[in-house]
């Protein structure tokens, strides 16, 4: 079945460093892979799509990176800030309609 | 404000007690999803809707059903709750299926079955 990991531990950064998540995944090569912001007890909240014809995409401070060979997405934050802390989450398409989550990576980011 | 919302957003019930739980967006987007959202276990969908009268099972479907008579609402109802089903419920949209388009998330809805 299809298996999406992501760090399991709590990832502890300096502010001002570059924070990168991974999120690797098995069984399945899907077309798109999203990234996802969660603030405790709130709704997830996209941050970036990329397509599996993209290496990289940007956006502000935030870089995604797909590689379908080693079926695994990146997700940097640069320059990170405190308000930067909160758990990410990547979603693939796992079925027909069906989307699937990682069960996130919590970011916290020091002064 | 394009959004989606849920009701109530807390819910203490009690087992055999049937419940609905409402979703509405406001974008005319297509497709509308249910999660679950429990500790170690991450967000797992429960049924989904491609369009009006369009439904269908998700990861964890046992103990809920849902409806799409309109195309902005997407109750999810629990005929019998149990204390399994005390979680985390998010209702989300999007414009179509798939991960093409990005999930528009609502505030969920904490529902604890006693």
């Known amino acids: 079945s299809q298996k999406i990991e992501q760090n399991s531990e709590a990832l502890n950064i300096q502010e001002g460093k570059t924070a990168t998540l991974t999120c690797n995944y098995t069984n399945y090569s899907p077309a798109y892979l999203q990234w996802y912001r969660q603030d405790p007890g709130r709704g997830p909240v996209f941050l970036l799509l990329?397509?599996?014809?993209?290496k990289e995409k940007r956006k502000e401070r935030l870089k995604v990176t797909f590689d379908t060979t080693l079926k695994q997405s990146l997700f940097h934050i640069t320059a990170s800030q405190p308000a930067d802390s909160a758990t990410y989450l990547c979603?693939?398409?796992?079925?027909?309609?069906?989307?699937?989550f990682g069960k996130g990576t919590m970011l916290l980011v020091s002064p | 404000e394009a959004q989606v919302t849920q009701n109530p957003r807390y819910l203490i019930t009690v087992t055999g007690k049937k419940l609905t739980v409402t979703c509405s967006q406001n974008?005319?987007?297509?497709?509308m999803s249910w999660y679950r959202q429990d500790p170690g276990l991450g967000l797992r969908q429960i049924y989904y809707?491609?369009?009006?009268?369009?439904?269908d099972k998700g990861d964890v479907p046992e103990g809920y059903k849902v409806s799409r008579k309109e195309k902005r609402n997407f109750p999810l109802i629990l005929e019998s709750p149990s204390p399994n089903q005390t979680s985390l419920y998010f209702c989300?949209?999007?414009?179509?299926?798939?991960?093409?388009?990005?999930?528009?998330f609502g505030p969920g809805t904490r529902l604890t079955v006693t």
């Open positions: 979603a693939l398409e796992t079925g027909y309609s069906t989307l699937t």
């Open positions: 990329i397509r599996e014809n993209e």
């Open positions: 809707s491609m369009n009006v009268e369009v439904t």
């Open positions: 974008m005319n987007h297509e497709y």
């Open positions: 989300a949209s999007s414009l179509r299926s798939g991960l093409a388009y990005e999930q528009y």
